[in-house]
């Protein structure tokens, strides 16, 4: 069935250093590559997102790459700061027909220390 | 606009009990999904409603039901409630591509 695996599990820096997180998808089919951010007490928010016809995509201190060739995706966080501390979920589905089923990735617990 | 609404936020069942959980779209939304999460199994897809159809239904057991009102609104129903079925129940709605998620229902059975 469909997979999606996420590396690491948990993840500690220091302000100001850079994060990365990867995920691994297993259906070739997947087109839409969602990052999501869950903080204590609250549902899963889009950070960003990346489809199969681009091969990277940045928005400030975030970016996501993507090879379709290899099936990999990574979320690139730069000058991390104290409230990126949370969960982050890559997730990765299909969108050609209207409707989206994920398939979410374990998840990444980030802590940035001061 | 208000983003996604779930009620209630927690609630604490027994074995053998039933629940129903709610779940309000964005306003203009017309697609809502219901995912579990767990610290075990992560995210995974239960259902997804729109205009009142289920769409596409993960890889649940029977006891885990849904359906969808006429003004988008959806409801989750477990019955015969497991100690597995602990967990948080998120609703999301979609627009576009992008799924908007409510905070969660938080089940505990005992």
């Known amino acids: 069935g469909e997979n999606v695996e996420q590396h690491p599990s948990t993840l500690s820096v220091q302000e100001g250093d850079s994060a990365v997180i990867k995920c691994t998808y297993s259906?070739?089919?997947?087109?839409?590559f969602p990052w999501y951010k869950q903080e204590l007490g609250k549902g899963p928010q889009l950070i960003i997102d990346?489809?199969?016809?681009?091969g990277e995509k940045k928005d400030q201190r975030i970016a996501v790459t993507l090879n379709k060739t290899a099936k990999h995706f990574s979320l690139h966080i730069t000058e991390t700061q104290p409230e990126d501390s949370a969960v982050y979920f890559c997730?990765?589905?299909?969108?050609?027909?209207?409707?989206?089923?994920?398939?979410f990735g374990t998840g990444t617990r980030l802590l940035v220390s001061p | 606009k208000a983003g996604v609404t779930q009620t209630p936020r927690y609630l604490i069942k027994t074995r053998g009990q039933q629940v129903t959980l709610s779940c309000s779209p964005i306003s203009g939304h017309r697609s809502v999904s219901w995912y579990q999460q767990t610290p075990g199994q992560g995210l995974q897809f239960l259902f997804e409603y729109f205009s009142e159809t289920q769409r596409n239904k993960g890889n649940f057991p029977g006891r885990f039901s849904g359906r969808q009102f006429s003004n988008s609104r959806s409801e989750m129903n477990v019955s015969t409630l497991e100690l597995g079925d602990s967990a948080l129940y998120l609703c999301a709605s979609l627009e576009g591509n992008e799924q908007f998620f409510g905070p969660g229902t938080r089940l505990t059975v005992l």
């Open positions: 990346i489809r199969s016809n681009v």
């Open positions: 259906d070739s089919a997947s087109n839409y």
């Open positions: 997730a990765a589905g299909r969108t050609n027909t209207g409707f989206q089923k994920l398939v």
